[in-house]
């Protein structure tokens, strides 16, 4: 089973790194795909049987350990049980239709090489959430997930919608990393080297005592309600999802409509001992399901198009699994998802032909046409909101089109506060910011020549300065190079507070800045060698299609991106858990200043990718 759960893993990643350097045209492409996915077919299928036959254990395999230090473990740990076999049978069924329906429905498509290696990128990261073993594990397949989200959603570049409704998705996705973040820091504050997805249900057994206090348990279930509301697009952050249907339909139904908008319930069911401890936590599931499904389902009735529709439709599903989860069933979870998954990734694949049956209809008959029951008797009501009176009915429909004002909320409460600070911040002088620096340094010599001042009194101005860096770059409109440096400086600052409480920790530090200053350097000298344009003063934000004009450039640019964010290509991924590790041992609060700060620099870094590398060529759009 060790091996198949390897082969289920790297397979993905193969396909992806064949389709990269040999697909140079479609009908590689299409066979490099077919045989892939037959294989992790194959490969899927063995494993199932294996894993019945074997009377359905739960299974975990540690593959080896990536890093360790003290008390530290970052291991490569891999858990299959009923849950992930579900799961994983979707990803496999799903997959393989998408594979083959993309090879004729993408054909002579500009970007078909491009769309097929980010689906086999989401489906090495969907694998990875899968079969992860720890919540470390699974953190790393969800940015995966994640960056390949935000990649299909901006697929048509040229329109400037698609890519204002990807960064609107990866900023809901950054922000509930938060969650993530803090979440698998108090399982290591918690549970030690329990905090394997195996261990959590002994952990928590009717026999035992709490591992944790009541106080500590409900923090953590609300930081893992945080993500998984984020990735499934529960209330408040429902929106989300019908913009994101700005994608091929292929990448609809596959993401939005079928496997990632059901990662939140996955990891509701992985996490299910910490949360369910408690009827509180219930309590609070349950109303989140409760107020997507009446949101969703209202919301659904006023959609124009049928993307829209789907989407409104499969957020309200989840919701109900959130409440099935709330209620302890989650044998009909997995039923519910399955059957939910397979229904709606069947309706995004058929909506352009109903769509143009509907065309062609339409012009045959050349009148109206109005689809509508007409079979139902006209002293029937069509629906409960027509029993009601004229202002309510007019009221509802006017909440529904504005999708009960959430992203107006969402904005008001998160982003706008975030923005007007820095730009608070971005208005000080330079003058002060110099002598701020240089106070800073002066304390920092005075620490390490004398014994008077305490560590926390560095750390505390350090931490200070890395969120003013962090509200500057979200903030700052003028210029890529500023925002670049101020995202930079942010994590050298947040490496800084840490080595100032912690200096035995210097060689954790050194790991996370090896993956943090070269991705910064590179990100500079590709915005050096950006052309210098006349009107970029007067349009800081226009997009410059940087992807189409100079490649190569974006492609560094987005190397860049990834590893200056974290992304699970450097040491900065093992090297942010390390600092959230080593702060918040004695300062909690400087740690979950630092994984703020790390979700606010990716929503910054992704701006200027997005602003320099897409658009239309020779186009400058006004934003």
């Not at 329990?194 to 952990?203: E, K, M, Q, R, T």
């Not at 993500?227 to 249907?245: D, T």
């Not at 339909?249 to 059901?262: C, D, E, M, Q």
Request: positive net charge.
């Amino acid at each position: 089973m060790n091996t198949l759960l390897l082969a289920c893993l790297l397979l993905p990643l193969f396909g992806l790194l064949l389709i990269a350097l040999l697909g140079t045209n479609e009908k590689k492409i299409a066979t490099i795909s077919f045989w892939t996915t037959h294989a992790m077919g194959l490969s899927i299928i063995v494993l199932l049987a294996l894993w019945a036959s074997n009377g359905f254990p739960g299974h975990e395999f540690e593959w080896f350990t990536l890093y360790e230090r003290g008390n530290y473990r970052f291991p490569i740990l891999f858990y299959f049980d009923r849950i992930g076999a579900a799961y994983l049978f979707a990803v496999w069924v799903i997959f393989s239709v998408i594979v083959r329906y993309c090879r004729n429905y993408l054909h002579r498509e500009a970007g078909y090489k491009r769309f097929f290696m980010t689906i086999f990128g989401f489906a090495l990261g969907l694998n990875m959430v899968v079969l992860s073993g720890s919540i470390d594990m699974l953190f790393a397949g969800w940015e995966i997930v994640g960056i390949s989200s935000f990649l299909l959603i901006a697929f048509y570049r040229h329109r400037v919608q698609p890519v204002r409704n990807a960064l609107r998705a990866y900023t809901v996705y950054r922000f509930c990393d938060i969650g993530l973040l803090l979440g698998a820091w108090m399982g290591h504050l918690l549970f030690h080297e329990s905090d394997h997805f195996s261990n959590l249900a002994v952990l928590f057994a009717d026999s035992a005592p709490p591992p944790a206090s009541y106080p500590a348990l409900a923090l953590m279930s609300v930081l893992i309600f945080i993500a998984a509301c984020g990735k499934s697009a529960q209330f408040p952050f429902c929106f989300w999802l019908p913009r994101a249907m700005e994608g091929p339909t292929p990448s609809s139904a596959i993401f939005y409509g079928a496997l990632s908008v059901h990662l939140g319930v996955f990891l509701l069911l992985r996490t299910a001992p910490i949360w369910s401890y408690h009827y509180i936590p219930r309590t609070a599931l349950f109303c989140i399901g409760l107020l997507t499904v009446v949101i969703a389902t209202l919301s659904e009735k006023t959609q124009s198009n049928i993307k829209g529709q789907v989407a409104y439709a499969s957020i309200t599903q989840v919701g109900f699994m959130f409440m099935e989860l709330a209620l302890g069933l989650e044998t009909l979870v997995l039923v519910h998802f399955l059957g939910n998954a397979f229904l709606r990734c069947y309706q995004l694949l058929v909506s352009p032909s109903i769509v143009a049956h509907m065309l062609r209809v339409e012009g045959a008959i050349d009148t109206d046409f109005n689809i509508k029951n007409t079979r139902m008797p006209d002293y029937l009501p069509v629906s409960i909101r027509d029993t009601l009176p004229e202002v309510l009915q007019n009221t509802l429909y006017v909440f529904a089109l504005q999708e009960g004002n959430l992203e107006l909320l969402v904005r008001s409460m998160l982003w706008a506060p975030l923005k007007q600070a820095g730009a608070k911040i971005n208005n000080v002088s330079g003058v002060v910011k110099i002598v701020v620096g240089l106070s800073v340094l002066l304390m920092t010599w005075l620490a390490f020549t004398t014994d008077v001042i305490n560590s926390l009194y560095l750390a505390a101005p350090a931490a200070l300065a890395m969120v003013m860096a962090s509200l500057s770059a979200f903030s700052q409109k003028h210029s890529f190079i500023k925002i670049w440096n101020a995202v930079a400086m942010s994590a050298l600052f947040a490496a800084g507070a840490v080595w100032l409480l912690h200096p035995e920790a210097l060689p954790d530090i050194v790991l996370f800045t090896t993956g943090i200053i070269p991705s910064w350097l590179l990100g500079i000298l590709v915005l050096i060698k950006l052309p210098k344009q006349a009107n970029f003063k007067d349009s800081p934000f226009a997009y410059r299609a940087m992807a189409e004009t100079n490649p190569i450039l974006s492609l560094l640019l987005f190397i860049s991106f990834l590893g200056l964010v974290g992304f699970p290509i450097t040491p900065a991924f093992i090297g942010e858990d390390l600092l959230l590790y080593h702060a918040s041992s004695q300062y909690s609060w400087i740690g979950a200043l630092i994984a703020v700060c790390f979700v606010i620099n990716g929503i910054a870094a992704a701006r200027v990718f997005l602003r320099l590398c897409m658009g239309r060529p020779l186009e400058i759009s006004q934003s």
